[in-house]
């Protein structure tokens, strides 16, 4: 190749020592990959930190204050789940404690009412007896007395309407089975929602009965 024609580029022997020796096309190549990557190792070395960006660092009960907002935001909770949200965030006890009575005395938080609430949207939705219902509230952290008073409001006559409700739903995919193995599901569906076994062999036997099928003696 004429001298005039490499404009005074002069390659570096190390580099003309490498495996592609002699093949121009290869050595370029492999000149470039290495530009690219040292341009992109020193883009990638982040800035260094502007403590004034950074701003003053967050309080702590608006922190705490905001996570409870956040958590109520179109849903009632018990005071337990908000006090594991806190906690979860690291807030100090001593300030979830205040924050948690502060929005008790405005009445944000309310177990009463989050209990009658739970109740209304689980017993008529899941058909729920109010066994299952107990447990329920009882791992959301209401104390017994408390879900004992809400549950007390709950009509006898709408517990047994949602167990019937529930059979006849069930019935509909049990048309191919024997009534004895149909009557052992049914009960077993209603005994896992909370029903106790009279209240369940009783509705399981009136709703075979007025499907046209029979029911064995419990």
Request: hydrophobic share 35%; aromatic share 4%; glycine share 8%.
């Amino acid at each position: 190749m004429p001298r005039g024609r490499n404009h005074g580029y002069s390659p570096d022997p190390d580099q003309a020592a490498g495996p592609w020796r002699g093949d121009v096309a290869d050595g370029v190549a492999a000149w470039t990959r290495q530009a690219r990557r040292s341009t992109r190792d020193r883009d990638e070395v982040p800035p260094p930190e502007d403590p004034a960006a950074a701003g003053p660092e967050a309080d702590p009960e608006s922190v705490g204050r905001k996570i409870l907002l956040d958590a109520l935001t179109g849903q009632a909770r018990s005071r337990r789940e908000l006090a594991d949200k806190l906690a979860k965030k690291d807030v100090p006890d001593d300030l979830a404690t205040q924050l948690l009575d502060r929005f008790t005395e405005v009445g944000l938080v309310d177990d009463e009412a989050f209990a009658r609430s739970w109740i209304a949207s689980r017993q008529p939705g899941k058909g729920l007896a109010r066994r299952a219902l107990a447990h329920e509230l009882r791992r959301k952290g209401v104390d017994d007395e408390t879900a004992r008073e809400a549950l007390d409001e709950i009509d006898p006559a709408d517990e047994e309407q949602a167990a019937r409700v529930l059979v006849r739903k069930k019935l509909r995919s049990l048309s191919r089975v024997d009534d004895t193995t149909a009557t052992r599901r049914l009960v077993g569906m209603l005994a896992r929602k909370g029903y106790g076994a009279g209240t369940a062999y009783a509705v399981v036997r009136d709703e075979l009965g007025a499907a046209g099928r029979e029911s064995p003696e419990a």
